[in-house]
């Protein structure tokens, strides 16, 4: 996770790799515990949830990954690949369908059913955002490949954290100025 918040929820386990570039090869997290203090801690599920499996894991990263894709080209003003949007649709449908309703003061709420795990509680939470008024404001880093939600007032925010991206861009920009005034 970055040091600032992503603006939803489900950006922080959008966010779980660890990239100097725009690779994602690299996973932020040591192993399943890990992602799912991860989760936990960004309120994306609750602490009785049984650390995931290996094959619940695949399915995690396959999740992260199309989501991922996605939300990059919405934030590109971008179609996404159909292959990835599918998945998301049939992921989204699927934990809808056994979904809870609740019914808050102005709004709609929708829960994991009884059968949802882990999977159905990020699937909900990026159809969350995928609602979202705010989605428009979804922005990838200029640098890595981390997302966020853009509520500043200026022209803009260009990277995901000023103390992971923005100190080091701007240091690279320096150093390249620094090159061409004593070429």
């Known amino acids: 996770m970055t040091a600032t918040h992503p603006g939803h929820p489900i950006?922080?386990?959008?966010?779980?790799?660890?990239d100097d570039g725009k690779q994602r090869r690299e996973n932020s997290f040591?192993?399943?515990?890990?992602?799912?203090?991860?989760?936990?801690a960004a309120g994306l599920i609750g602490a009785d949830h049984p650390t995931p499996g290996p094959s619940q894991m695949q399915a995690l990263l396959a999740l992260r990954?199309?989501?991922?894709?996605v939300l990059s080209a919405i934030a590109a003003a971008r179609t996404p690949d159909r292959e990835e949007a599918l998945m998301l649709?049939?992921?989204?449908?699927?934990a809808v369908q056994d979904?809870?309703?609740?019914?808050?003061p102005g709004r709609l709420g929708v829960s994991a059913g009884p059968l949802g795990g882990i999977h159905d509680r990020l699937a909900l939470s990026l159809f969350d955002l995928l609602r979202a008024d705010d989605l428009a404001r979804l922005r990838?880093?200029?640098?890595?490949?981390?997302?966020?939600?853009d509520h500043g007032r200026g022209p803009g925010r260009r990277w995901?954290?000023?103390s992971r991206c923005g100190n080091r861009a701007k240091a690279e920009a320096f150093r390249r100025r620094k090159r061409a005034i004593g070429a």
């Not at 950006?11 to 660890?18: A, G, I, P």
């Open 30 to 40: 040591a192993d399943p515990a890990a992602l799912q203090a991860i989760l936990i």
């Open 140 to 149: 990838e880093c200029a640098r890595c490949t981390h997302l966020f939600i």
């Open 65 to 69: 990954e199309a989501a991922y894709a």
């Open 99 to 104: 979904a809870s309703l609740m019914f808050k």
């Open 160 to 162: 995901c954290a000023m």
């Open 11 to 18: 950006l922080h386990f959008l966010n779980t790799v660890r």
């Open 89 to 94: 649709e049939m992921t989204i449908k699927a």
